[in-house]
């Protein structure tokens, strides 16, 4: 069972691609997902929280600058480039708030694996993904009611409502049953990336069911904004990181945590509160980022390889 599990997550890209081409040819077999979106990233949130512990947030006391530098460039350097991607494309309105909810969600969970394989400091980015986290049912509207309110109308208090029961609610509710019930959650931590991947697959497909019209004439326009998007929040946040004299495993946790987003939580709010297109962002985000971190992480490991080579050949001559 859990090489099954593994083999799952490990190809979660792959299932993403399949499954979009099935929502595009016979739509209707994910339309039904539709009034699950919420409850399925509930559900992904939910298994986050049972892999935290209390003991996990005393990291924000013992380092608060470094948590507060990571979520300051979270919630400033994907937001921003956002903005400055949605007007340098002249987006349509549908399509511009979907890029601007992917810049202002928080850190997504796939940043602390991609942050382990790159041997980057994974304290760190569970830190700042908690934090981004806890802040989002209050920036993360904020952010989207300031940078796009003036495309469509946004109900801030109700999107925040949203966030609060789909984000916060579920993650609390996980740590706590993990506090309480340890061993069991030991027994089922196995299974919980495979859920996950199995949700966001499915609302994935959904946003592509659902908005297949609009992938087949703005999805080469809105996969070269993603890929931009992603590539200019790892770039950003790696210089951040420099700027602010980190260690090289702080700048890669730093920079890993800005430019993976929680695309699943903008998609979901794409859906629930504007409409299927401006969840294809979203969608396309939650493919390429975990293509795009995996890239960076073999890259710092060979870059790493590489330096301990140089450093050993000396000595051996």
């Given at each position: 069972m859990k090489k099954f599990c593994n083999l799952m997550v490990d190809n979660m890209a792959v299932l993403v691609v399949l499954v979009s081409v099935v929502a595009v040819i016979w739509p209707w077999t994910l339309t039904?997902?539709?009034?699950?979106?919420?409850?399925?990233?509930?559900?992904?949130?939910?298994?986050?929280?049972?892999?935290?512990?209390?003991?996990?947030?005393?990291?924000?006391?013992?380092?608060?600058?470094?948590v507060f530098l990571g979520a300051l460039a979270q919630f400033t350097i994907m937001p921003a480039v956002a903005w400055l991607l949605v007007k340098a494309f002249h987006l349509p309105p549908e399509l511009a708030i979907g890029v601007v909810l992917v810049g202002t969600c928080p850190g997504g969970t796939a940043s602390n694996v991609i942050t382990y394989l790159a041997k980057g400091d994974v304290a760190l980015s569970v830190a700042m993904t908690m934090t981004t986290t806890l802040l989002a049912p209050i920036v993360t509207p904020g952010l989207t009611w300031l940078l796009a309110g003036a495309w469509i109308d946004i109900s801030l208090t109700a999107m925040m409502i949203s966030i609060a029961q789909m984000v916060l609610a579920p993650v609390i509710l996980g740590l706590l049953v993990n506090h309480f019930f340890g061993d069991t959650v030991k027994k089922c931590l196995p299974v919980l990336p495979l859920i996950s991947v199995?949700?966001?697959?499915?609302?994935?497909?959904?946003?592509?069911?659902?908005?297949?019209?609009?992938?087949?004439?703005?999805?080469?326009?809105?996969?070269?904004?993603?890929?931009?998007?992603?590539?200019?929040?790892?770039?950003?946040?790696?210089?951040?990181?420099?700027?602010?004299?980190?260690?090289p495993p702080k700048v890669r946790a730093l920079a890993i945590e800005v430019g993976m987003q929680n695309s699943g939580l903008a998609a979901s709010l794409a859906v629930l509160y504007f409409s299927p297109a401006a969840a294809i962002p979203g969608a396309i985000f939650s493919v390429w980022h975990n293509i795009s971190g995996s890239i960076v992480a073999n890259y710092c490991v060979r870059k790493d390889n590489s330096n301990t080579t140089a450093q050993i050949e000396p000595k051996a001559a």
């Amino acid at each position: 069972m859990k090489k099954f599990c593994n083999l799952m997550v490990d190809n979660m890209a792959v299932l993403v691609v399949l499954v979009s081409v099935v929502a595009v040819i016979w739509p209707w077999t994910l339309t039904w997902v539709g009034p699950w979106v919420a409850w399925m990233l509930g559900i992904v949130m939910f298994g986050m929280g049972m892999t935290l512990k209390f003991d996990d947030f005393r990291l924000l006391a013992k380092r608060p600058w470094e948590v507060f530098l990571g979520a300051l460039a979270q919630f400033t350097i994907m937001p921003a480039v956002a903005w400055l991607l949605v007007k340098a494309f002249h987006l349509p309105p549908e399509l511009a708030i979907g890029v601007v909810l992917v810049g202002t969600c928080p850190g997504g969970t796939a940043s602390n694996v991609i942050t382990y394989l790159a041997k980057g400091d994974v304290a760190l980015s569970v830190a700042m993904t908690m934090t981004t986290t806890l802040l989002a049912p209050i920036v993360t509207p904020g952010l989207t009611w300031l940078l796009a309110g003036a495309w469509i109308d946004i109900s801030l208090t109700a999107m925040m409502i949203s966030i609060a029961q789909m984000v916060l609610a579920p993650v609390i509710l996980g740590l706590l049953v993990n506090h309480f019930f340890g061993d069991t959650v030991k027994k089922c931590l196995p299974v919980l990336p495979l859920i996950s991947v199995v949700c966001i697959v499915l609302l994935v497909g959904c946003v592509v069911a659902l908005s297949s019209s609009k992938l087949l004439t703005h999805g080469l326009l809105i996969a070269g904004v993603v890929v931009c998007h992603n590539a200019l929040g790892l770039a950003c946040g790696y210089i951040f990181g420099r700027v602010f004299h980190l260690t090289p495993p702080k700048v890669r946790a730093l920079a890993i945590e800005v430019g993976m987003q929680n695309s699943g939580l903008a998609a979901s709010l794409a859906v629930l509160y504007f409409s299927p297109a401006a969840a294809i962002p979203g969608a396309i985000f939650s493919v390429w980022h975990n293509i795009s971190g995996s890239i960076v992480a073999n890259y710092c490991v060979r870059k790493d390889n590489s330096n301990t080579t140089a450093q050993i050949e000396p000595k051996a001559a």
